[in-house]
T-cell receptor
Framework: AQSVTQLDSQVPVFEEAPVELRCNYS??????LFWYVQYPNQGLQLLLK??????LVKGINGFEAEFNKSQTSFHLRKPSVHISDTAEYFC??????????????FGTGTRLTVIP | GAVVSQHPSRVICKSGTSVKIECRSL??????MFWYRQFPKQSLMLMAT?????????EQGVEKDKFLINHASLTLSTLTVTSAHPEDSSFYIC?????????????FGPGTRLTVL
């Protein structure tokens, strides 16, 4: 089975400062990795995903994440945050079709609050 | 591309009534749709997976007779909460997955806030 851990439930950061949201996963097989963002009372929007290839993945809104297989991590980073980045961020994993059901497993989320 | 809509966005109903929520993939064909519920300040919990033209697969603990799912076409899935009670109040979110190039990613709808009085 797969599981996802987001150790930080809340991350406050000042505007224009850098931020890193941590995500660790466990799985006995190779996985796909995703970061989603959820604004209040809205659904989830895909920020970025790692399926294969380069371990550094660039997404929308200036976010990027790096897949580290040895540390089973997929941390999300942004060099300079804006007020509009205040939201809930979810890390998720899925198993490729050929090895599993391809369902998404979510972490518990990290609330990013950008302070003016 | 890959837009998923949900209707309604909010619904308030009396206890004992049934509520239907629609999930549509607007610009792609969704072979698989997923239904999640999310309680305040919590993560998404998968309720069921539905494949077009077949019965939904429910997660453990989810009552299939209470949460009826129909995936009649490649662009539409519906979730009907039957005989709703206050404890069913939640944020319901659907997602859709295509085949081919989009098969590895789920695209989410904007969610439906259900309040049962």
């Amino acid at each position: 089975a797969q599981s996802v851990t987001q150790l930080d439930s809340q991350v406050p950061v000042f505007e224009e400062a850098p931020v890193e949201l941590r995500c660790n996963y466990s799985s006995s097989v190779s996985v796909y990795l995703f970061w989603y963002v959820q604004y209040p009372n809205q659904g989830l929007q895909l920020l970025l995903k790692y399926l294969s290839g380069s371990t550094l993945v660039k997404g929308i809104n200036g976010f990027e994440a790096e897949f580290n297989k040895s540390q089973t991590s997929f941390h999300l980073r942004k060099p300079s945050v804006h007020i509009s980045d205040t939201a809930e961020y979810f890390c998720a994993v899925s198993v490729p079709f050929e090895t599993g059901a391809n369902n998404l497993f979510f972490g518990t989320g990290t609330r990013l609050t950008v302070i003016p | 591309g890959a837009v998923v809509s949900q209707h309604p966005s909010r619904v308030i109903c009396k206890s004992g009534t049934s509520v239907k929520i629609e999930c549509r993939s607007l610009d792609f064909q969704a072979t698989t749709m997923f239904w999640y519920r999310q309680f305040p300040k919590q993560s998404l919990m998968l309720m069921a997976t539905s494949n077009e033209g077949s019965k939904a697969t429910y997660e453990q603990g989810v009552e299939k007779d209470k949460f009826l799912i129909n995936h009649a076409s490649l662009t539409l899935s519906t979730l009907t909460v039957t005989s709703a009670h206050p404890e069913d109040s939640s944020f319901y979110i659907c997602s859709a997955r295509s085949f081919g190039g989009l098969a590895d990613t789920q695209y989410f709808g904007p969610g439906t806030r259900l309040t049962v009085l």
